[in-house]
């Protein structure tokens, strides 16, 4: 169950961190309760798992979720650049955080 709880705030880490770029220094509304509301969910999942899921594995794998599709947000519907290595680093990425799954 951590480790699903853990997956899910990684996702809610992606969705703070667009709609604190969208809520343009907190002055637009909706963005900024997106943010309010997924940063305290996020960190209530991270902390969640931390309970059973060591610290430094659990934050590793929570950041990279988090980065990972943040990321791809930006490449997808941000526009932002999208190239070859950008897409083998989060795969890269994505690939390291499912090894610390296993090796936990």
Do not use: D, Q
Not at 41 to 50: D, E, K, P, Q, T
Not at 68 to 94: C, D, H, P
Request: a neutral charge; hydrophobic letters at 60%; aromatic letters at 14%.
């Amino acid at each position: 169950m951590s480790w699903i709880v853990l997956i899910f705030s990684g996702m809610l880490e992606a969705v703070w961190a667009v709609s604190l770029g969208k809520s343009e220094g907190f002055t637009k509304l909706w963005p900024t309760v997106f943010f309010g509301v997924a940063i305290v969910m996020s960190m209530l999942g991270l902390a969640y798992a931390m309970r059973e899921i060591s610290i430094g594995t659990a934050y590793a794998v929570w950041v990279g979720i988090g980065a990972a599709l943040t990321v791809a947000y930006g490449m997808f519907f941000g526009g932002e650049s999208i190239s070859l290595l950008k897409i083998l680093l989060l795969t890269g990425l994505i690939g390291c955080v499912v090894g610390l799954k296993f090796v936990e």
